[in-house]
């Protein structure tokens, strides 16, 4: 066995060198070993077409010094892709819950993703090696779980966690290449048949990744299952499923859960349900935020679009029942606001609509503002028949406009106002009332005052109208004066009692003018 390939430590080794010539790819290209140094080796790149294919099964000890096999050496290039991939996963802390989830990060201080990256300093600067002059590297591990924010155990005996502590994580994917045990390789396909069962158990971790006939790991995809969790991998177009998974501590009361942020970038995506969908949401928050009040068809910082969309929402459906809220569980809050350039609202029913308000506290309804006028408003509704019904102990109007025209056309017309006391106050420059109506009428049952200051005229045009009071004192009067000439005595005592009667008559009219201007 060759020196070159050899190692400390037991193994045993299954090689099948030059076995075939590729058939299939691409010619390879010549690239420098090291993309930043001219003067390094030529190497092909890409697919092997035309060159000899080798396979080789290593159990025990791993290669010491794998680059001086060219097997081994492809092989380990190929195992430190795993590295790569990912490395954009995980995604930086977005602190707090809920933010928006971000997997480009200017400062990678933060950043939960694994992999080898550039070694940064606290300002975010790359840090670059003294005698060589090139980027130093930050080994962050292998899998997902290496970063992950987890549950430590809270001591010794604690057996309720799934995580171990991150020092002890990143130990354990450093001897990746180095701890020995199986490695097998072939540049040629792999094919793997079971006719029956086939059950595999991993005590560690799983990482699969698949370059799709590619040297890119950008483009690579591929599924992380580590510390108990599964999240694919797409750090080139699609981040994940999941992009990053970390423990919340004291969430609902226990000892914490896992957050889990999902994201889809850079793609159009189509969903269709067919059959029956059931949602059903709990927790503490539930928020829906769609574009931004800072748009931008693309985002350099996030590297992702970030327009508003043009939302479009049809629905068709046997029934439809929305509840929020019950009797027994009301709704702390609801606040609703909504700006817009233009709105337009139709509703179209051939059957009932019924409206109904419950308010125990003040509604309040407003249209505009005194330094926000609204232009115009116009409302028109055609109806077979009306009836209001307004049902308050207290009702307070006031309307302040420029000009205002009221027209009603009816039928018949009628209005009935049953109150302790009413008072209408008019402050008009110049007010105008014409009625042409075949036959008016007016009743008042009780004591009526009338005051006018400043001068009146009314005219009549057509039969003259006579008043008729019931009873009519002036003609009592008379009577009573023509009876009293028989006796002067009887005469005076009748003087006497008119002008008594006359007295109150004004006492009264004095106070229908104060209640009248509110005195």
Request: net charge negative; hydrophobic share 30%; proline share 4%.
């Amino acid at each position: 066995m060759a020196d070159d390939v050899s190692a400390e430590g037991k193994y045993l080794l299954i090689s099948v060198p030059d076995f075939a010539i590729d058939p299939v790819g691409q010619k390879a290209k010549m690239v420098h070993e090291d993309p930043d140094d001219e003067s390094s080796p030529l190497i092909p790149k890409g697919d092997r077409l035309g060159q000899t294919m080798s396979s080789f099964l290593r159990l025990g000890a791993f290669h010491e010094h794998p680059e001086n096999d060219p097997a081994a050496k492809r092989a380990q290039e190929l195992a430190k892709v795993a590295l790569v991939v990912s490395s954009g996963q995980g995604g930086p802390a977005t602190l707090p819950f809920g933010s928006e989830v971000r997997t480009k990060y200017p400062n990678l201080e933060d950043n939960t993703g694994v992999g080898v990256l550039p070694l940064r300093d606290a300002n975010g600067d790359i840090v670059k090696d003294e005698k060589t002059g090139k980027d130093k590297e930050d080994n962050r591990g292998v899998f997902l779980d290496d970063q992950r924010i987890g549950d430590p155990p809270w001591g010794e005996d604690d057996r309720d966690n799934q995580s171990r502590l991150k020092e002890e994580r990143l130990a354990h994917s450093a001897a990746l290449l180095t701890r020995g045990g199986w490695w097998d390789h072939t540049d040629g396909n792999r094919i793997s048949t079971t006719y029956g069962d086939k059950v595999e158990v991993i005590r560690g971790n799983y990482k699969m990744v698949v370059m799709s006939r590619q040297d890119d790991p950008g483009g690579a995809g591929g599924w992380d299952l580590s510390g108990g969790h599964l999240q694919d991998l797409g750090p080139a177009s699609m981040p994940g499923a999941s992009v990053r998974v970390e423990f919340h501590a004291g969430l609902f009361g226990q000892r914490g859960t896992w957050h889990l942020e999902n994201t889809t970038n850079n793609f159009c995506q189509t969903s269709d349900y067919a059959g029956d969908f059931y949602e059903h949401w709990y927790g503490n928050y539930k928020h829906s935020i769609v574009g931004s009040e800072n748009p931008q068809e693309w985002n350099e910082d996030l590297e992702k679009p970030y327009g508003n969309p043009e939302i479009l929402e049809k629905t068709w459906a046997s029934k439809i029942e929305s509840y929020t809220g019950s009797s027994a569980k009301r709704v702390p809050s609801i606040t609703e606001e909504t700006y817009a350039d233009t709105t337009s609202s139709t509703t179209d029913v051939t059957g009932d609509i019924s409206e109904t308000t419950y308010c125990d506290g003040t509604i309040t309804s407003k249209t505009g503002s005194f330094t926000r006028r609204v232009p115009a408003t116009f409302e028109e509704t055609y109806v077979l028949s009306s009836n209001t019904k307004t049902d308050v102990l207290n009702s307070n109007e006031l309307t302040i406009v420029g000009a205002q025209f009221e027209t009603t056309m009816a039928g018949t017309m009628g209005s009935l106002t049953i109150a302790a006391a009413q008072l209408d106050t008019e402050i008009i420059g110049a007010k105008g009332n014409i009625s042409i109506v075949g036959l008016t009428g007016e009743f008042t049952l009780g004591a009526r005052v009338g005051l006018t200051i400043g001068w009146s005229h009314e005219w009549t045009i057509g039969k003259h109208h006579e008043e008729i009071r019931i009873p009519d004192k002036k003609e009592i009067a008379l009577k009573e004066l023509n009876a009293s000439l028989q006796t002067m005595h009887a005469t005076l005592n009748d003087s006497t009692v008119s002008l008594d009667s006359k007295l109150t008559a004004l006492q009264v009219g004095i106070a229908g003018i104060q209640v009248q201007l509110g005195l």
